[in-house]
Nanobody
Framework: QAQLVESGGGLVQAGDSLRLSCAASGLSFSRYTVGWFRQTPGKEREFVAAMSWSGGRTYYSDSVKGRFTISRDNFKNTVYLQMNSLKPEDTAVYYC?????????????????WGQGTQVTVSS
């Protein structure tokens, strides 16, 4: 049974940094594109970033480009999201997800497995 577990969320001030982690188990992690999404109450879940299975290609939403960095360690079956220069509008529950194959997609319906989410709160 595939499982994704996020960690690293918390309460920070605007301008601070956080690094989220997502540990995967029960799947051939290196064969999956990985993605990060986020959701705030009353809003649709939105795409944040994705990385190809080798880590050679990345894709970011315009709202985080230049501030967030996605990375992965296929030996540790873990994906990371380094978030710098955080803003109050980055406040959300952050989810990691996997998409079998090597295509970078932002459509959440293309992702097979999801974590339970980790809360990130940025105060002004």
């Amino acid at each position: 049974q595939a499982q994704l577990v996020e960690s690293g969320g918390g309460l920070v001030q605007a301008g601070d940094s956080l690094r989220l982690s997502c540990a995967a188990s029960g799947l051939s992690f290196s064969r999956y594109t990985v993605g990060w999404f986020r959701q705030t109450p009353g809003k649709e879940r939105e795409f944040v970033a994705a990385m190809s299975w080798s880590g050679g290609r990345t894709y970011y939403s315009d709202s985080v480009k230049g501030r967030f960095t996605i990375s992965r360690d296929n030996f540790k079956n873990t994906v990371y999201l380094q978030m710098n220069s955080l803003k109050p509008e980055d406040t959300a529950v952050y989810y990691c997800a996997t998409n079998y194959g090597n295509t970078l997609v932002e459509d959440q319906d293309s992702y097979d497995y999801w974590g339970q989410g980790t809360q990130v709160t940025v105060s002004s």
